[in-house]
């Protein structure tokens, strides 16, 4: 049997080592970003979308592919039947234009969806509540190979007129 | 006829029993964690018993674990050129379940049959009546220490393990298979969420620290009181025990990750 004194310098390095991996897996490994705690430093903005795909609360809101927020809320509006994603825009990006448009795009082939801003050239900026007028959905893949196949088949229809 | 099912009654009633028995021994033993507290160098012994002597066989097996990972997902996945994830897969595979679960089995193995056959011994030779004789709860003096650091150390050895074998994961995917090591860690990043997943994973490995120390204790303090009782009650600490991780595992996966 060890010292006592021993044992409590060797319990408290041990400590210290499970805290230290802890600590890599929080910084090293996963995305824990100490700005990100706190809701009060960012602002609200929302978006109406026809459809936002596999868009999740949060997602990332980019602009110019940087990482300026995050999708806080999404639900659909009762008379329209759309979906409306409340975006958290971080405070330090408070010069966005208010005619700047919203896209859902997927990173890569089958990456996470996100919510693009493309800035528009107003000189007036968006603030708190205010809502996003131009947005583009998310790209649904059987909607898209369902209207390829029907030009294909009107396609040949014409073809077909042509030809007799 | 009559005598298999009386058997089979037999058999149920002393599993009910012995569960029964369990579970009133654990409710005395945690009434003695606060008297624990102030020994504190009580405690402070059993964790240097539990945890750091299993600190090397828990960075070695995570190391070695995170190295497989980092060759088997590399294999599977430059199939769809997809190796860049490598990072996603070695981390949320240690994170979420490897580390906390081959941690736990390890420590059954390593902390928890150490456990049995100490407090075993302590039985088969009368210490625990002897120190009950000295007006001593055996349960506040030897149990409840060793509870609280198995407790404590299952989740430090398990957050060891992740991180060691993560690095291994790394030393096999960048180091010698060539995945580039920015995407490496950029996508890991993106992909594993403190909360859903690390702090999970932390959950599960306090309730299987809980879980193997107290099937331990108790194995240990219901042996039957010879050399063979000692050496059954430490072959079922670590079955039960191992069972239990198992079979948790399942049920808090599918609590926490619907």
Excluded: C
Excluded at chain 1, 63 to 73: D, N, S
Excluded at chain 2, 116 to 139: C, F, H, R, S, W
């Amino acid at each position: 049997m060890l010292q006592s004194k021993t044992i409590e310098t060797v319990v408290g390095l041990f400590v210290a080592i499970g805290l230290g991996a802890l600590l890599v897996l929080a910084m090293r490994v996963s995305n824990l970003n100490l700005a990100d705690f706190g809701n009060e430093n960012g602002y609200e903005i929302r978006a109406k979308f026809d459809n936002i795909g596999g868009l999740k609360v949060r997602s990332p809101v980019k602009m110019a592919g940087v990482t300026v927020g995050r999708v806080a809320a999404i639900d659909i509006a009762k008379d329209t039947y759309e979906a409306i994603a409340t975006l958290k825009i971080d405070k330090r990006y408070n010069q966005i234009p208010a005619d700047t448009a919203a896209n859902i795009y997927t990173a890569g082939l089958l990456g996470e969806q996100y919510v693009s801003l493309e800035p528009g050239g107003d000189e007036n900026f968006l603030k708190a509540g205010d809502e996003i007028t131009l947005t583009q959905s998310a790209v649904v893949l059987e909607q898209i190979i369902g209207q390829f196949l029907f030009e294909k088949a009107a396609e040949g229809d014409e073809g077909g007129d042509k030809g007799s | 006829m009559i005598s298999v099912l009386r058997g089979l009654g037999r058999a149920g009633l002393g599993f009910f029993e012995r569960l029964g028995r369990g579970h009133v021994f654990l409710f005395y033993s945690l009434l003695g964690v606060p008297a624990g507290l102030y020994r504190i160098h009580l405690l402070l012994t059993q964790v240097y018993m539990a945890g750091v002597l299993s600190l090397v066989i828990i960075v070695v097996s995570g190391f070695f674990v995170g190295m497989v990972l980092g060759l088997q997902g590399y294999n599977t996945l430059v199939d769809f050129g997809a190796e860049e994830s490598l990072g996603i897969l070695v981390a949320l595979s240690l994170v979420r379940e490897l580390g906390p679960v081959v941690a736990a089995l390890l420590f059954a193995g390593r902390a928890g049959s150490a456990l049995t056959a100490e407090i075993g011994l302590m039985k088969t030779t009368e210490q625990l009546a002897a120190m009950e004789m000295m007006a001593v709860d055996p349960l506040k003096r030897v149990v409840a220490p060793r509870l609280l650091a198995g407790v404590l150390a299952m989740p430090l050895l398990a957050a060891i393990f992740s991180a060691v074998g993560v690095y291994g994961g790394y030393f096999v995917g960048v180091g010698l298979l060539g995945v580039d090591e920015g995407a490496f860690w950029a996508q890991m990043q993106s992909s594993v969420d403190f909360h859903d997943d690390i702090m999970n994973g932390v959950i599960k490995s306090f309730v299987f620290g809980f879980t193997v120390t107290w099937i331990a204790v108790f194995e240990g303090y219901d042996t039957v009181p010879t050399s063979e009782g000692i050496s059954r009650a430490t072959t079922r600490t670590v079955v039960n025990s191992s069972l239990a991780v198992l079979g948790l595992d399942f049920v808090l996966t599918a609590l926490m990750f619907d």
